[in-house]
């Protein structure tokens, strides 16, 4: 009923820059929390970055600096623009949401996305 499309991923030498998009789509009656998380092989998804409705916003300590989350509450699209980014920032990136959709009946729902690959290297 509700989903989240990434996109943005790929590969960047070390200091360079890359914006993810993830837009939601679907019968949506409003989204609280957004999100973007990470995560490497043998690893747990962790938080990099979340926004509220309101635009309060909270990072991960290695990327405070670096990243910087955004919403366009128009278009249901949270961004996380990455800037100076290391090699230890390669990860598959998750965006996630907190949506409250329905036709007839409006239920909550937690969404992630399908992900999108993000590598450092040189």
């Known amino acids: 009923q509700v989903q989240l499309v990434e996109s943005g991923g790929g590969l960047v030498q070390p200091g360079g820059s890359l914006r993810l998009s993830c837009a939601a789509s679907?019968?949506?009656?409003?989204?609280?929390?957004m999100g973007w998380y990470r995560q490497t092989p043998g690893k747990q998804r962790e938080l990099v970055a979340a926004?509220?409705?309101?635009?309060?916003?909270n990072y991960a300590d290695s990327v405070k600096g670096r990243f910087t989350i955004s919403r366009d509450n128009a278009k249901n699209t949270v961004y996380l623009q990455m800037n100076s980014l290391k090699p230890e920032d390669t990860a598959v990136y998750y965006c996630?949401?907190?949506?409250?959709?329905?036709?007839?009946?409006?239920?909550?729902?937690?969404?992630w996305g399908q992900g999108t690959l993000v590598t450092v290297s040189s």
């Open positions: 996630n949401a907190n949506i409250v959709a329905g036709i007839e009946l409006l239920r909550y729902f937690d969404v």
């Open positions: 926004i509220t409705s309101g635009g309060k916003t």
């Open positions: 679907g019968s949506i009656f409003s989204i609280n929390a």
